[in-house]
């Protein structure tokens, strides 16, 4: 594949002006190198104050991107910006790659200084595809609750909503009974995900090609109440009370409200999420270098 025929689709939020001119000059670079580039809408807007006689190809929604037929989309910003991008992948199995202008960087490992030669290395064949899971979310007897994008790539959560009093959430494995949580949330995390939230709720570091899901209590008022590593073929179903009338349900970091006792099935989606991953890139080394993994500052 030569770099000329390589169509990019890039994608990015609100950035400051510093990241905003590197992201400029970059866009130019990329141009000038043959690259043929798709923008974000939104993203195309803030270029168009530094590159104003530069025009692109925008997208606004999966189904444009789509028919754009991108060879890579490149999502420059941190995990959280990769989680947006994610959204307007969907099923189409266009590769993803991030570029880390954040802190921690976990799913966007590349750093800005290395793009150029990134791009050069994929445009070359020289890179490998990670797949990773996703979860489905959907309401019981209500299709289309959360609109088109009713998937996650790192959790779903439910949590209270208009209350500081816990809620309780019943929840069902297979149809099997497991429990009845009382806490302030509880988050069903894939892989990708138990680095996140999950994470910081106490949860476990799993292996990205775990074929496993992670059910994580968010403050849970039960001493006994631990995170639980199941099968990643298992279907969840939860119903949420609480003293409100209504509850939040998030996927990644979209929220949705929705009326206690509605009964959520969440299960793993049908298509996966790819990112290119280069030969120096492992998950054990993002472990050690990004969460400091067995760092002693006495050693």
Known sequence: MKKEGVKIALYSLQLNEVDIVFLADLVLELKQTGYQLSVEAEFADSLATYLPDTHFSVFTSASELKKMEADLMLSIGGDGTMLRAATFIGDSELPLIGVNLGRLGFLATLQRENVVEALERFSQGNYRVEERSLLQAQLKGESGAFGKIDYALNEVAVSRKDTTSMITIE????????????????????????????????????????????????????????????????????????????????????ISTVDNGQELCIRKAPFVLKLVVFEEDHFFQTLREKLLWGEDKRN
């Open 171 to 254: 929840t069902w494995l297979d149809g099997v009974y497991l429990t009845t949580y009382w806490a302030d949330g509880l988050l069903i995390a894939t892989p990708t995900g138990s680095t996140g939230y999950s994470l910081s709720c106490g949860g476990p570091v799993v292996s990205p090609h775990s074929s496993s899901l992670v059910v994580t209590p968010v403050a849970p008022h039960h001493l006994n109440a631990r995170p639980l590593i199941i099968e990643d073929r298992t279907e969840i179903r939860l119903k949420v009370d609480s003293r409100e009338p209504q509850h939040l349900v998030s996927l990644d970091s979209r």
